[in-house]
T-cell receptor, first 116, second 117 residues
């Protein structure tokens, strides 16, 4: 089956630094990628939807200047947490929808971010 | 280690009839379990979640799920299907080991629900 990878799987950083998380579709092209975050024992929260070559659509309450999303190619989307603070510590998951396969979607393994 | 198995990739029901979407899980710890729904071209939406409280969990839009530890199941049900329920449904398990608060999330492969008028 199709594979979505995320890198890094773990990241620990100091408060005030920026962190970039990559989401790659390894063996298919993805026109749409979703970014989610999850707090312990909470549900996933959709942060934004990104379409290749266009600006991401952010959900209400998500700061677009804080969480920069770039979907520059059909196999790569990046989420950059700018000036990270401890409250940004969370589990970030991406998913990718394959081009030409209606409604088929694959999830990445997630990235754990810990901001000290 | 944890895993989720959604036993049916496609389920088709007639409008007004009951819905049953099956999910079995395995987890080395006390898991949290979720059901999400995704409509075409939309992100995931939480239907309901189980986090070690009542085993029968009621969610939005008339859905409910029962956590059965002995059967390691968390099946999603609804008494009467509506056309708007046609979507893809994901069962998700999340455990919380005692080492550093790391939490792993595993998705099922999804079940596409078709509702026939």
């Amino acid at each position: 089956g199709a594979v979505v990878s995320q890198h890094p799987s773990w990241v620990i950083c100091k408060s005030g630094t920026s962190v970039k998380i990559e989401c790659r579709s390894l063996d298919f092209q993805a026109t749409t990628m979703f970014w989610y975050r999850q707090f312990p024992k909470q549900s996933l929260m959709l942060m934004a939807t990104s379409n290749e070559g266009s600006k991401a659509t952010y959900e209400q309450g998500v700061e677009k200047d804080k969480f920069l999303i770039n979907h520059a190619s059909l196999t790569l989307s990046t989420l950059t947490v700018t000036s990270a603070h401890p409250e940004d510590s969370s589990f970030y998951i991406c998913s990718a929808r394959a081009s030409g396969r209606k409604e088929t979607q694959y999830f990445g393994p997630g990235t754990r971010l810990l901001v000290l | 280690a944890q895993s989720v198995t959604q036993l049916d990739s496609h389920v088709s029901v007639s409008e007004g009839t009951p819905v049953l979407l099956r999910c079995n899980y395995s987890s080395s710890y006390s898991p949290s379990l979720f059901w999400y729904v995704q409509h075409p071209n939309k992100g995931l939406q939480l239907l309901l979640k189980y986090t070690s409280a009542a085993t029968l969990v009621k969610g939005i839009n008339g859905f409910e799920a029962e956590f059965k530890k002995s059967e390691t199941s968390f099946h999603l049900t609804k008494p009467s299907a509506h056309m708007s329920d046609a979507a893809e449904y994901f069962c998700v398990v999340s455990d919380d080991p005692n080492s550093g608060g790391y939490q792993k999330v595993t998705f099922g492969t999804g079940t596409k629900l078709q509702v026939i008028p």
